[in-house]
């Protein structure tokens, strides 16, 4: 609308007014957008971006609405590409109280990536604003006063059409999904080999119940923990064969047909530590019970857990004085937050023997040469740089190595390699969100260590001394791929480190959400829950957070 026809527009609303006797004052009309859709056309090369976007006018009155501008400003990532006058064409104006405006918008695209899969993706940051000013005359009341105008802006992300290209990085078979009782499949705490080709990893399940009242006599749905859901997986098939009563996911470990957990119980008992068989019978369970509770329930936790060949072995954290074979209790270490614990169960489920340790254990295994393997860290609180120690260990309990590494970690996981070495995947909680993999020899010297920003971090050794390694976050201090691009952004990454440290492919797996790796004696299997798609080799398709799939990967 030019300033001509907007005086002349002015003048005739005005002269309504007083025709229609309207009260000067009387209530405002608004307009407001009702949606907006964004896509790409035109040339790929130099493509256009059109931004479609519908408005109404709302009025308990009788009023029109005249365009007076419309302003348009692209979000990238933090960036701001402001197009003060767009091409534009309109249909539906003036608006009334009945009719539906609609806007189209075509302006260069400021992405040159559209050939990507992230770009693909709206949780990648990229969104439109859109700000339209209308002229109502029904709301211009003063003719000495500028003509007021109403403002209305919404923000959309930007939406791609058609379905995003795969970048083919990795090869994979057999990808099944499925679904997951809440809205977001959470992460697992381990995925553990499990007989000849499968895996296993705990999911806990939750159901809604609205057995509670707010102040109005309104009923409220809250979300209880019902049980912890035991899976196996492999490529083409994911099942729940065992239920748990616990209150959170355990640690896990496996040997042979059977597997075993440790995590607190549901029932208050304290930790709950059993053996399981694959067709979901329970052989065996015990509690190990502290005498008196703390303020904070639960207060006992698994810290590890590892089978061998003549039963099992748990760490304990607890804040509370536990249950030894003679003295009548295990103490926590005077002036700590918590003690670390050992005990050791026969195959029969009987504790054999219970210890105090001078360290809090995060991590061990057994390995199958009779030697075993302990990560350790100091219990808090510390008066030095905390660190952690990883410590290989004869049949006898002496010392082979010991290796160190500054890094505070609540949690670590410790996987046999090949050639007699040994590979440490951890978080350090001193550098927000960094994850640490580390490769010993089997003398214990570094072979490589690779630190990257990112969490959620799982690791799947192969026979051949690589190493699939996945987490969110991104590539940032890592050496650079020799196949495979990223966004800047933290997304869910499968990550193949060679035997000398070299990251050989890297590869996005989905928009959003999380991707764990686990290796079972026949190869490697991908777990994951992705937000809008899932890539995986050319297996590109829509998919949601609830839905938890299983690949193997090549």
Wanted: one cysteine or more; charged letters at 20%; glycine letters at 8%.
């Amino acid at each position: 609308m030019t300033p001509r026809d907007r005086k002349i527009t002015r003048k005739l609303a005005l002269l309504a007014l007083v025709a229609g006797c309207l009260p000067p004052g009387a209530p405002g009309a608004t307009a407001s957008f009702i949606d907006v859709r964004t896509s790409h056309v035109g040339d790929p090369g130099a493509p256009t971006l059109r931004v479609v976007a519908r408005l109404g006018l709302n009025a308990a009155f009788d009023a029109q609405g005249y365009l007076d501008g419309v302003s348009l400003v692209v979000n990238d990532k933090g960036s701001q590409i402001a197009f003060d006058a767009p091409p534009l064409t309109t249909s539906g104006f003036p608006l009334d109280s009945a009719s539906i405006g609609t806007l189209t918008l075509e302006v260069p695209s400021p992405f040159t990536d559209r050939g990507s899969f992230d770009a693909f993706c709206t949780a990648n940051a990229r969104s439109v604003d859109i700000t339209a000013r209308i002229y109502i005359p029904q709301n211009d009341d003063d003719p000495e006063e500028p003509p007021p105008l109403t403002t209305t802006t919404i923000n959309a992300p930007v939406v791609e059409t058609g379905t995003p290209p795969s970048d083919g990085v990795f090869s994979t078979a057999g990808v099944v999904s499925r679904s997951y009782s809440a809205a977001d499949a959470p992460v697992p705490a381990e995925i553990i080999p499990w007989q000849s080709d499968k895996v296993v990893f705990s999911l806990p399940r939750y159901t809604s119940k609205s057995n509670t009242y707010d102040d109005f006599g309104n009923p409220q749905s809250n979300v209880v923990l019902e049980a912890i859901d035991l899976y196996e997986a492999q490529p083409g098939s994911v099942r729940t064969f065992f239920q748990l009563p616990l209150a959170e996911a355990p640690r896990l470990t496996a040997s042979d047909d059977s597997l075993y957990y440790a995590g607190p119980s549901k029932l208050g008992e304290g930790l709950l530590v059993g053996q399981a068989s694959s067709s979901g019978a329970s052989l065996w369970s015990f509690a190990i019970t502290p005498s008196t509770f703390g303020d904070t329930e639960p207060v006992v936790r698994a810290s590890a857990l590892s089978a061998h060949a003549g039963g099992l072995r748990v760490a304990v954290r607890s804040a509370v004085p536990l249950p030894a074979l003679v003295e009548p209790s295990l103490a926590p270490p005077a002036g700590k937050y918590f003690g670390s614990f050992v005990y050791d169960f026969d195959l029969d489920g009987n504790v054999v023997e219970a210890r105090v340790s001078s360290e809090d254990v995060v991590a061990m295994i057994d390995l199958a040469d009779g030697r075993r393997a302990v990560a350790t860290s100091d219990l808090p609180p510390r008066d030095e740089e905390v660190v952690l120690r990883v410590r290989m260990e004869d049949e006898a309990g002496d010392a082979l190595f010991t290796y160190e590494e500054p890094t505070l970690t609540y949690e670590a996981a410790l996987y046999p390699l090949p050639d007699g070495g040994l590979l440490v995947a951890t978080e350090d909680r001193e550098v927000s969100n960094t994850v640490l993999l580390i490769r010993l020899s089997s003398n214990g010297s570094v072979i490589y260590k690779l630190r990257a920003l990112g969490r959620d971090a799982h690791a799947a050794p192969r026979p051949d001394g690589g190493v699939f390694w996945s987490f969110t976050g991104t590539l940032t201090g890592l050496p650079p791929p020799a196949a495979g691009h990223l966004p800047d952004r933290a997304v869910p990454l499968l990550v193949e480190v060679t035997a000398d440290g070299q990251i050989s492919r890297v590869s996005q797996l989905g928009c959003s959400g999380w991707g764990a790796v686990g290796s079972s004696s026949s190869g490697t299997v991908l777990l994951g829950s992705f937000g809008e798609w899932m890539a995986m080799g050319s297996a590109v398709q829509a998919t949601d957070r609830r839905n938890v799939f299983a690949s193997g990967v090549d």
